[in-house]
DNA sequence: AATCCGTGGAT
DNA sequence: TATCCAAGGAT
């Protein structure tokens, strides 16, 4: 590294950070559980999105051993509308692991948490250094936004191989004194000030120690590739009835939407429709149409229940809308 | 290395 | 409307 303002780049932003912070939630605590459900709910995910739902899972949740005792359905029913199903399975995995082989305490070396289900670098550095003031690197989106103009690289940080250079370049940047705010003190920064489109470089603490300010064009970076190709796909989601019951079945433990409840899902189907819509996932586009019918399934594995069972079981977003159609449906019978 | 895995907000 | 993408990880 020839970057020449180590020092005082980290004592700006801790500075920075200890000052113009959010409140947020966990940010109360250092109790190294409750760190790490944060940072597994806000991955890929807002932080406004998070809020609630961090409250609520912690009232139900508040210790390893409460999560490890849940019921996976419950455990799911708290995630829903969050996305990205398996992090909430790999997560309960992982505290089960620590209830049992850590005797309840999270571990705090990389090597042992990265054994977790659903712990890779970003997670583990986070929980490391923000619980237990450990000086690992944390390099998740905003990490890599503001490297790459404090640095001035003008690589392609889509490039897998970019992010270790950053992972190391936060292990000579990073505080010895407070890695918990320096690592957070750069994430904070890339989501407030270091932002993506024009960056607020005339209130950024460390503009003096920016080399693409100095360059004169921060605006233009970072570089980064990527096209995501999202594949249609058509279906007709029946809804069968009988009398006050519905039938439901449970998605498989592998793949799109693992484990979550659905009505049946078909190619096709022949009727008038009482709803269309489309979902659209990261990769691909749901395509539905929603059908109401007296007759009994094709498919076996599910069982009728009532919507009052219905609404205690996981859902995707595109099953509650129909869910929520229906419900209107049966309340005029 | 390239894909898969959700959702909703911002532009 | 279309695109991007937000405190990533698993395969």
Redo the contacts with the bound molecule.
């Keep these: 590294m020839n970057y020449p303002y180590r020092d005082q780049f980290a004592s700006a932003l801790v500075t920075w950070f200890e000052r113009e912070q959010r409140d947020?939630p966990w940010r109360k605590t250092k109790d190294p559980y409750k760190i790490w459900v944060?940072?597994v709910m806000?991955?890929?995910?807002?932080?406004?999105?998070v809020i609630p739902y961090y409250e609520r899972f912690m009232k139900s949740f508040p210790t390893v051993q409460a999560l490890a005792d849940a019921d996976e359905e419950v455990v799911l029913k708290h995630w829903e509308?969050?996305?990205?199903?398996?992090r909430a399975r790999?997560l309960q995995s992982a505290v089960r692991e620590v209830h049992e082989t850590y005797g309840g305490i999270v571990p705090n070396t990389r090597e042992e948490m990265s054994t977790l289900?659903?712990?890779?670098?970003?997670?583990?550095g986070?929980v490391l250094s923000i619980a237990y003031g450990v000086p690992e690197h944390a390099v998740?989106?905003?990490v890599m936004?503001v490297l790459s103009r404090v640095l001035n690289c003008e690589e392609d940080i889509a490039k897998?191989?970019i992010k270790p250079i950053f992972e190391k370049a936060v292990m000579f940047l990073i505080d010895h004194n407070n890695p918990s705010y320096f690592n957070?003190g750069l994430?904070?920064l890339?989501?407030l000030v270091c932002t993506?489109?024009k960056p607020h470089c005339l209130l950024c603490p460390v503009q003096a120690y920016c080399l693409a300010y100095q360059e004169g064009k921060p605006e233009d970076l970072p570089v980064?590739t990527?096209?995501?190709k999202n594949k249609p796909l058509h279906y007709a989601v029946v809804v069968h009835r009988d009398g006050d019951k519905v039938y439901v079945e449970q998605r498989p433990s592998t793949?799109?939407?693992?484990n979550m409840w659905q009505f049946p899902m078909y190619d096709n189907f022949i009727g008038e429709p009482i709803m269309q819509f489309k979902?659209?996932?990261?990769?691909?586009t749901w395509h539905i149409k929603a059908y109401y019918v007296t007759t009994p399934p094709q498919s076996e594995g599910g069982s009728f229940k009532t919507l009052q069972e219905i609404e205690q079981l996981p859902m995707?977003?595109?099953m509650l809308k129909i869910l929520d159609f229906i419900k209107i449906e049966m309340e005029n019978l």
């Design positions: 947020l944060s940072e806000l991955q890929q995910t807002r932080v406004d999105t509308g969050l996305g990205y199903y398996s790999n289900k659903g712990v890779g670098p970003y997670t583990a986070a998740d989106g905003n936004r897998p191989k957070q994430m904070e890339g989501a993506k489109g980064k990527k096209k995501v793949g799109l939407l693992s979902h659209v996932f990261s990769h691909l995707p977003v595109p």
